[in-house]
């Protein structure tokens, strides 16, 4: 089986922009949860979706948001990027339960310029 | 609020020895799920190894042990017979629930020296 595959690996945005990351999961899996991962603040949950609805949601302003298609694909939207928003943004899939493994992507590492 | 840590930032170890990286956690729930997670310098995130709370046995992968002590809410990994490709960040990560949501400690950067 495929892995969980993120796109772009890279992205240089400027302030005030937006942007848009892809996440495709492994296949079968249908929960798909995103991560930032700074050196200040470590690695730190955005969201979860399952089933193409957010299940789980962490403490993160509106300007970050997210969807999943019915394909188990899941996009997430940064909108008005600030600096601090450069970071690694890491996906990972899973079957969908507590007791199942998640599995990461590459990452996409942004930088805001 | 469910918290992990880990308190070792940085470790180093010889090659073919062993090394235990510690972590702690807090949480109110009885049924959650303990993983240690390691990202090598490349930065895939890898499962090193899970552990059920609700199971008393330390779980064991090839050279990877945990001790698992519920009670001290302690979830330490040892890793036997170090070699140079366990140089990377290993993450201490909970989970309960209905999962999808991976609590994080702040790491442990291990080196492994020839």
């Known amino acids: 089986k495929a892995g969980v595959t993120q796109t772009p690996r890279y992205l240089i945005k400027t302030r005030g922009q937006q942007v848009t990351l892809s996440c495709s999961p492994i296949s079968g899996h249908r929960s798909v949860s995103w991560y930032q991962q700074t050196p200040g603040q470590g690695l730190q949950f955005l969201f979860e979706?399952?089933?193409?609805?957010?299940?789980n949601k962490g403490n993160f302003p509106g300007r970050f948001s997210g969807r999943q298609f019915s394909n188990s694909r899941s996009e997430m939207n940064v909108s008005t990027l600030e600096l601090g928003d450069s970071a690694l943004y890491l996906c990972a899939s899973s079957v969908g339960q507590a007791k199942n493994i998640q599995y990461f992507g590459a990452g996409t590492r942004l930088s805001v310029l | 609020a469910q918290t992990v840590t880990q308190s070792q930032p940085e470790m180093s170890v010889q090659e073919a020895e062993t090394v235990t990286l510690s972590c702690t956690y807090d949480t109110s729930e009885n049924n959650y799920y303990l993983f240690w997670y390691k990202q090598p310098p490349s930065r895939q995130m890898i499962l090193v190894i899970r552990q059920e709370a609700y199971k008393q046995q330390n779980a064991t992968e090839n050279r990877f042990s945990v001790n698992f002590q519920k009670a001290a809410k302690s979830f330490s990994l040892k890793i036997s017979d170090s070699q140079l490709g366990d140089t990377a960040m290993y993450f201490c990560?909970?989970?309960?629930?209905?999962?999808?949501?991976?609590?994080f400690g702040q790491g442990t950067e291990l080196s492994v020296k020839p």
């Open positions: 990560a909970f989970v309960y629930n209905q999962g999808g949501k991976l609590i």
């Open positions: 979706y399952f089933s193409e609805t957010q299940r």
